[in-house]
Nanobody, 122 residues
Framework: QVQLVESGGGLVQAGGSLRVSCAAS????????MGWYRQAPGKQRELVAA???????NYADSVKGRFTISRDNAKNTVYLQMNSLKPEDTAVYYC????????????????WGQGTQVTVSS
């Protein structure tokens, strides 16, 4: 009922920039937090950045000062601007959204996108 579609990944040289986007669609009354996670080969999935509906953000220490998360609530879309990329940023990046389906429900459901590959060459 809810789909998250990511776009914008790719291959970039170290020091370069990329922007990934994630658009949510389907049975959506409102979205609380939206976030970006990443998973590198052989490692656990980790939080990169998150943003609440009011705009409050938090970042992993490893990306602070280099990545910026933003969202367009009207479009149910979240963005991650990644600057000064490093080879260790190479991973599959996943979008997550906490979705409330109906106005009469107070429950938020967690949804994931399919992931987009970001590869940073040295």
């Amino acid at each position: 009922q809810v789909q998250l579609v990511e776009s914008g990944g790719g291959l970039v040289q170290a020091g370069g920039s990329l922007r990934v986007s994630c658009a949510a669609s389907g049975s959506i009354f409102s979205i609380n937090a939206m976030g970006w996670y990443r998973q590198a080969p052989g490692k656990q999935r980790e939080l990169v950045a998150a943003i609440r509906s009011g705009g409050t953000t938090n970042y992993a220490d490893s990306v602070k000062g280099r990545f910026t998360i933003s969202r367009d609530n009207a479009k149910n879309t979240v963005y991650l601007q990644m600057n000064s990329l490093k080879p260790e940023d190479t991973a599959v990046y996943y979008c997550n959204a906490e979705v409330r389906y109906y106005d009469y429900s107070t429950t938020y459901h967690s949804h994931w996108g399919q992931g987009t590959q970001v590869t940073v060459s040295s």
